[in-house]
C-alpha cells in the first residue's frame, strides 16, 4: 500500500493515471498537492511507489509523464514545483 499524503488527493492521482489521464489533468492533481504545502519529494516518492506496484506498462508510462512534472522535467507550462526556495525532487 503506498504511502498517504493527503488521503482525497492520493485517491484521485492513482485514479487519473489508471484512466491514463492527460498531462494537463495530471498537473492539475499535482497543483492541489503543491497548494497543500506538499513537496515535489514526497509525491515523487508516491509515484516511485505506485510504479513499483504496476506490471501494466502504459500504467508505467502515465506515472512516468506525472514523474517528469514532479521533478520539471518538462516544459515549463507543466511545471508545478519550480519556484525559489520551493522543494524540487531529484
Known amino acids: 500500500m503506498p504511502q498517504t499524503i493527503i488521503a482525497d488527493i492520493d485517491r484521485d492521482l492513482p485514479a487519473a493515471l489508471d484512466a491514463r489521464a492527460d498531462l494537463f489533468t495530471l498537473r492539475t492533481i499535482l497543483l492541489r498537492y503543491h497548494a497543500s504545502g506538499v513537496t515535489a519529494a514526497q509525491v515523487a516518492g508516491l509515484l516511485h511507489e505506485l510504479r513499483a506496484a504496476t506490471q501494466?506498462?502504459?500504467?508505467e508510462d502515465t506515472i512516468l509523464?506525472?514523474?517528469?512534472?514532479v521533478t520539471g522535467w518538462c516544459g515549463p507550462e507543466?511545471?508545478?514545483?519550480?519556484?525559489?526556495?520551493?522543494?524540487?525532487?531529484s
Request: charged share 35%; proline share 5%.
Open 65 to 69: 509523464d506525472a514523474l517528469d512534472i
Open 56 to 59: 501494466d506498462g502504459p500504467l
Open 78 to 89: 507543466l511545471r508545478v514545483w519550480d519556484g525559489i526556495g520551493e522543494n524540487r525532487a
